[in-house]
């Protein structure tokens, strides 16, 4: 064989940072803070003309208002524009304590931003809805059926073994929960749907429960509360509002439990293992011996926890999480894309450090078999590894403009990654393990 002469890549290494320095310009720029929290970091190309079907449009205005509704006293505040510039620095300067440090910064965050997230995030909930069934249908309740030799109707057997969807969301709040609810409300009936079709269908399916637990830093707790009334409410109609309209106003989850949600004020990097399988497994960890499967979310999360946690402490993280999850549980990564989801190591400034893409980082530490998983316990769940379903590098989200908000709604791109828990059998072999400490 001959040699080109060229030095082959290191197995498992990540790919090499541009030796440009272009991308830390465009870090620096005026519009840093803007671009961190719609997702975007390059200059958008001229808009495509975009259309959704009108059941779309009309489900997406639905999630605006909620927002509109649930935080019209803030938007109407005299300050709202000064509150949300003291916002912006602090994003701007990373001083994330500040930011999120108080009830009313976090409402105007709610109010301004929190709307293109949840579209966002609704729209690729929508995408894995076909993964999501395999969370909310005891398997296992049917296995045990067919084992005793009883004739098994899939379909029946299937809606009489449906359990709720959980969802636990890591950095999560405003955002999480109203596009989880929309996902349960799109569960009633078929998404392309209107509400009076939905209404009158005369499909037997019982709606979709759904549990959601959040954990973030922030004090999202009566902002997520607030929004979880506006959810389970019927909207406030004028006064004038015609007889037909009052007929047809309802609340976008109905009936209120339907939706069950909890907050916790938690750095999920101090978390212990046994919090940590608390939250995962949830009442289905306390009521029986099998937990049942979860979805995992790191929705512009997991980048935050390398820069600011670092690399050995988020590594922790996320082999305490594999370990802990009931098999068939999946996880969802949406994050910036490009050069603002690496992660640098070392000492010294900027320049100094190495990098590391986010993504490399997760798949090594996913993706491998962690050697030092504690043996299997009675009455927990299967060691697990996991297994990537779905991947994309840069995804754009655009608005339609028949869209309404008191705010212009920006478009966002954002990277994408998802992941299902899988068994580890006693054939099972490990990849080769890199040591990736950080010395900074």
């Known amino acids: 064989m001959f040699s080109t002469g060229r030095r082959r890549p290191k197995k498992n290494a990540p790919p090499r940072p541009p030796k440009s320095?272009?991308?830390?310009?465009?870090?620096?720029?005026?519009?840093?803070?803007e671009d961190e929290v719609s997702g975007s970091e390059a200059p958008e190309p001229a808009p495509k003309a975009l259309k959704i079907s009108p059941a779309e449009l009309k489900q997406q205005q639905s999630l605006l208002n909620v927002f509109s509704d649930t935080f019209a006293d803030v938007l109407g505040l005299d300050n709202f524009t000064a509150v949300?510039?003291?916002?912006?620095?602090?994003?701007?300067?990373?001083?994330?304590?500040?930011?999120?440090?108080?009830?009313?910064?976090?409402?105007?965050?709610?109010a301004r931003w929190s709307p293109t997230r949840t579209l966002c995030y609704a729209k690729v909930l929508e995408g894995i809805r076909d993964q999501l069934e395999d969370l909310v249908v005891d398997g296992d309740r049917i296995r045990r059926l067919r084992a005793k030799g009883e004739d098994v109707d899939v379909a029946s057997t299937k809606e009489a073994s449906r359990r709720p969807l959980r969802m636990l969301s890591i950095g999560g709040g405003a955002a999480e929960i109203v596009a989880f609810a929309s996902l349960l409300r799109d569960a009633v009936g078929d998404s392309n749907k209107d509400d009076a079709e939905i209404s009158t269908s005369s499909s037997s399916e019982?709606?979709?429960q759904g549990d959601i637990h959040l954990v973030d830093t922030g004090p999202w707790g009566p902002v997520v509360s607030k929004l979880?009334?506006?959810?389970?409410?019927?909207?406030?109609?004028s006064i004038h509002a015609s007889d037909a309209a009052r007929k047809a106003n309802r609340a976008l989850i109905a009936p209120a439990t339907r939706l069950a949600c909890s907050f916790a004020?938690?750095?999920?990097?101090?978390?212990?293992?046994?919090?940590?399988t608390e939250a995962v497994q949830g009442k289905d960890g306390e009521e029986n011996n099998k937990p049942g499967p979860v979805l995992v979310t790191l929705l512009f999360t997991l980048n935050?926890?390398?820069?600011?946690?670092?690399?050995?402490?988020?590594?922790?993280?996320?082999?305490n999480l594999t370990a802990c999850v009931p098999e068939g549980s999946l996880l969802l990564v949406v994050d910036s894309p490009g050069s603002y989801s690496e992660a640098a190591v070392g000492k010294g400034d900027d320049a100094q450090k190495k990098k590391y893409p986010m993504q490399w980082l997760m798949d090594h530490?996913?993706?491998?078999?962690?050697?030092?998983?504690?043996?299997?316990q009675p009455n927990t769940a299967r060691r697990c590894r996991w297994e990537k379903l779905e991947s994309h590098d840069s995804i754009w989200f655009r608005m339609v403009p028949e869209l309404r908000y008191p705010f212009q709604l920006e478009n966002m791109r954002y990277q994408m990654h998802f992941y299902k828990a899988i068994a580890i059998t006693t054939t099972a072999t490990t990849s080769q393990e890199e040591n990736i400490t950080e010395t900074g």
């Open 365 to 376: 530490t996913l993706m491998t078999v962690d050697k030092k998983q504690p043996p299997q």
């Open 21 to 33: 320095k272009k991308n830390q310009a465009k870090k620096a720029g005026a519009k840093k803070e």
């Open 206 to 208: 019982e709606p979709l």
């Open 265 to 276: 004020q938690q750095d999920a990097l101090a978390m212990t293992a046994e919090q940590l």
């Open 304 to 319: 935050e926890l390398y820069t600011g946690g670092g690399i050995a402490r988020t590594t922790a993280f996320l082999r």
């Open 84 to 110: 949300l510039q003291e916002v912006k620095s602090a994003l701007y300067n990373r001083d994330f304590e500040k930011a999120f440090g108080n009830e009313q910064y976090l409402e105007v965050y709610a």
């Open 228 to 237: 979880q009334e506006s959810l389970t409410t019927p909207p406030r109609l």
